[in-house]
Every structure is written in C-alpha cells, then in structure tokens.
C-alpha cells in the first residue's frame, strides 16, 4: 500500500483527479488510447510555450538527448532491460518495421505468425514476402472456450523447419484479449534457433513483464495505450546479444556515434552504442518526450507499477464475472489468459451498434475492426476505473439486451 493513502480508494480518487478524463466518462478503451495525467500534459504546455515565447534554438541536442535518456531508464526498469537495449521509436508499427527489415533476408526463409495479429506487424511482413520472397506461416489460434495452450504450442512446433527464423507475435492479442505464453514460446523457438518478435502494444504498462526472465528478442510496444503517453512515441526493445545481427534500415544524426564529428568525405559512418542506433528520429519532438517522461515518472514513481498491474487484472476478472452472467453473451478471451481486456459478443447485436449505444450512454468502448475474426466488442480496464463503472456498464448492457 502506498503509505500516502490509507486505502486504495483514497489512492484511486487521487488518480483520477490526476486523470480528468476518467471524470467526464467511463473510460474503458485504454487499449485504443490510455488517459494522460495532468502532470504530462503540464510538461508538454510549458515546453510548447517556452517555444513559442522563446524560439526553438539548435544547440539543445545535448538537453535532448538527456531527456531520451530518461524516458529510456524509465522503460528499462518497466521492462526489465537495460537502458542499452532501449531505443525510442514513433509507435509499435515502426519497432516492428525496425526488426523486420533489419534482418537479412533470404528467398525461401520462413516467418511464423497467428491469425490474431495486428497491422503493424502483418502489413510491413507482407511487404517482405513480397521484395524478399520469404514464406509466412500462419498458425491458428482459437478463442473462447476453444483454447488449449498446449494444442497452440504443439502447432507453433509443427511449423517449425531448418528454414524458419522468425516467430512474430503478439503479447496480448488487441482482437480477443489473449495473453500469449511469451516464456513457452521463446524456449520453443530458441530451441530450433528461431529468433522471436513481440508486438507489446497491448502489454507493456497492462501486464507484469520482465524481458530478460521471458527471454525475448524483440519487443515493440506504444506509449499512448497502457502508459498513458501522448500518441506519437513508443519504444523497441532489442536484447543485447541480438544488436549487432539487426541492421539499421534508416539512420539519422540520432543513430551515428559523435554526429558532428562524422567524416563527410567518407561513406563510412560509426552506430550509436547499442539500441541507440535505431533511433530514426533526427530529433524527437520535445514537448511530446516531455510528456512521456513524465507520464512514465507519473506511473512508475507515484502510483507504482505493480499496483497498476494488479489492478487491471483484478477489473478484468471483475468485468468478466459480471458480463458472463448476462444472457446471450459470449466470452471470446479464454479465461485464465486476460490482461487488461475483455472481448465478448452479444446475440442479436452487431458490436458496432451495441458499441455505439455504449458510447452515448458515455461508456468508452469499441468493436474490434471488420477484418480480425471473431470481431468482438472490446472492454479496457484501467488501473483507474472504479468497479462501480463496471456494475453500470454490465447494467447498461443488460438494458440493451432485455
């Protein structure tokens, strides 16, 4: 327990005062975008105004950089990595293209992913098999009742073969909320010597992760969902005996070692020391850093990052113990395997529609896109959502239904 409050609630109210959004509505959609605290959106404004009232000046890279830095030590003890194996991107999608198009590619390689993955990931490895000529495997992961770890594990081995180097997955899956088992699967893989690539997006900030214990390669993820960052930063992960077998695709000011001391007659450029070499970014835009640094100083420092875990999982548990109740509604994210999502259909009801009644009623909810079976609705539990939202939401549902 936080020994600034006496009790959760008292903790919880300060949090949403820090968090006005959660004030005006149900906010339940932290998977799409988390709230941002007051003190980010302080950071950004001050910085935006010394701009604005002062001029944006060259000779703050030294400044900048330091801030990197920070927001890359905040990320590392969320993650458990190293500062080193830190690089800060513009989003999950980037990280992605960032590991995807830095590995050297041979006609005839084979990448094995799921049905269940993201854009980010799929459009950039569909580019791959195109220009490169590689062999994309899919494995398909059932959903609701239907879904056996075991079964899923010994199908990822099936497909495994002396030409299969990647394994792309997600860590929480954004389209039926499954957990995938990241430690099982990286031991599988290691142990055929096939690398393997996580999209975080819907993980990190929503579930417990220790990068080093679960033994992955690469792992990119978002600060706007679960860490409640502005949109337009995220971070990749890049284990440090795997660096120097990831190319940079991109390189920038950012990415080279002593940038004004660089060689220009020369075609020859020295990398960044580690996962530095992968910042695209000639220069970040400062008041978005800003704002991350200290949504993450906000999360990690005053609330605490187990407590937040803890919580979402407990609201998760508690969404699906009320909705499960309610008649004609399906479950479709297997128990035992939430993070901080709940999907689910409704009979009779095409998610959009019941979502947007949901919505008028201010409850902050979406349907997962057309395209990704099984196309549910989609709830977000936030460390900051109380559970009496969650008791007038499951009302709100039964009204409808009835």
């Known amino acids: 327990m ?57 000779p703050f890279i030294k400044e900048l950089y330091a801030d990197m830095n920070i927001c890359r030590k905040y990320l590392a003890g969320l993650l458990g990595a190293s500062q080193e194996e830190i690089a800060l991107t513009q989003s999950t999608t980037e990280g992605m293209n960032i590991i995807l198009w830095g590995l050297h590619w041979q006609p005839g390689d084979e990448v094995i992913t799921t049905n269940m993955e993201h854009a980010a990931g799929l459009a950039p490895l569909a580019l791959i098999k195109s220009r490169c000529g590689i062999v994309v495997k899919y494995v398909d992961v059932l959903y609701g009742d239907d879904y056996d770890q075991d079964r899923f594990l010994a199908d990822v081995e099936q497909m495994i073969t002396n030409r299969t180097r990647l394994l792309m997955v997600s860590h929480v899956s954004f389209s039926t909320g499954l957990t995938f088992p990241l430690k099982e699967l990286t031991n599988l893989c290691h142990a055929h010597n096939v690398y393997v690539l996580v999209d975080g ?146 009979d009779g009801w095409e998610p959009k529609d019941l979502c947007d009644h949901l919505n008028k009623k201010k409850f902050m909810i979406r349907p997962v896109p057309k395209p990704h079976v099984p196309t549910p609705i989609r709830i977000s539990t936030g460390f900051y959502n109380e559970e009496v939202e969650l008791d007038l939401l499951s009302e709100a549902i039964k009204e409808l239904i009835d």
């Open 201 to 346: 997006a819907q993980g990190a900030g929503a579930v417990p992760i220790n990068l080093h214990e679960l033994g992955v390669d690469f792992y990119a993820f978002t600060g706007r969902k679960w860490l409640c960052g502005p949109e337009g930063l995220g971070a990749l992960y890049v284990a440090k005996k795997r660096i120097s077998e990831v190319e940079p695709t991109f390189i920038s000011p950012s990415s080279i070692r002593d940038r004004h001391d660089l060689d220009i007659c020369s075609p020859f450029v020295v990398p960044a020391p580690f996962a530095a070499r992968y910042h695209i970014a000639t220069a970040i835009n400062k008041p978005l850093l800003l704002g991350f640094q200290k949504s993450l100083e906000y999360l990690l420092e005053d609330v605490g990052i187990d407590w937040i875990t803890n919580r979402i999982s407990h609201l998760a548990r508690y969404t699906r113990k009320l909705i499960s109740k309610l008649p004609g509604v399906e479950i479709i994210t297997p128990s035992g395997t939430e993070a901080g999502f709940v999907h689910f259909h409704v």
């Open 2 to 58: 936080d020994t600034r409050f006496s009790n959760d609630q008292q903790k919880l109210e300060a949090i949403r005062e820090q968090m006005p959004a959660t004030a005006n509505l149900h906010y339940l959609n932290t998977g799409t975008n988390g709230p941002l605290p007051k003190m980010a959106v302080d950071a950004m404004q001050q910085e935006i105004e010394k701009e604005f009232r002062e001029g944006r000046y060259l």
